[in-house]
C-alpha cells in the first residue's frame, strides 16, 4: 500500500481551539495525530471539506504550543466496521517555521515515549 503522507503521523490527545470565521470564535477540539504537515481532528459535529481554519494547539496545561491557518481536507463521519473515528483531517496552510521546530519536538518526545515503553 502506497503512503500518501509525506511526513509521518504520531498519536496524541492535545487540546486544540478551532476557528472556521478567520479567528472571530473559537470552539475546543482535540487532536488526535499530528505531524508536520498536519492532524486529525476528531469531532461530532460535521465539517466541510475545504473549509479554512485558524487553531491554536494546546499543552495539557492550557498554554498555547502551535498555532497556524489550516485547510479541511477530509472529513469521516459514519462509523463503520472499519473506522469509528468521527472527525476532520487539517492541511497546515500557514505555520510558522518556529512552530514547525515545535512539531518535530513534540513528536520526539511522543517517539522516546513508545522507545521507552517496549
Known amino acids: ?19 472556521f470565521d478567520g479567528g472571530e470564535n473559537f470552539k475546543e477540539y482535540f487532536v488526535l495525530d499530528i505531524s508536520k504537515g498536519g492532524m486529525f481532528v476528531t469531532s461530532e459535529e460535521y465539517c466541510e471539506v475545504g473549509n479554512e481554519i485558524v487553531f491554536e494547539i494546546q499543552n495539557r496545561d492550557g498554554a498555547p504550543i502551535v498555532q497556524g491557518k489550516g485547510i479541511v481536507v477530509w472529513a469521516h463521519f459514519i462509523e463503520s466496521k472499519y473506522d469509528n473515528r468521527r472527525g476532520f483531517g487539517v492541511f497546515f496552510q ?3 517555521e518556529e512552530d514547525l521546530y515545535i512539531l518535530e519536538q513534540i513528536q520526539l518526545i511522543i517517539e522516546e515515549n513508545l522507545n521507552n515503553e517496549n
Open 1 to 19: 500500500m502506497h503512503e500518501r503522507r509525506k511526513h509521518t503521523r504520531f498519536d496524541c490527545f492535545l487540546p486544540c481551539f478551532i476557528s
Open 94 to 96: 500557514n505555520i510558522s
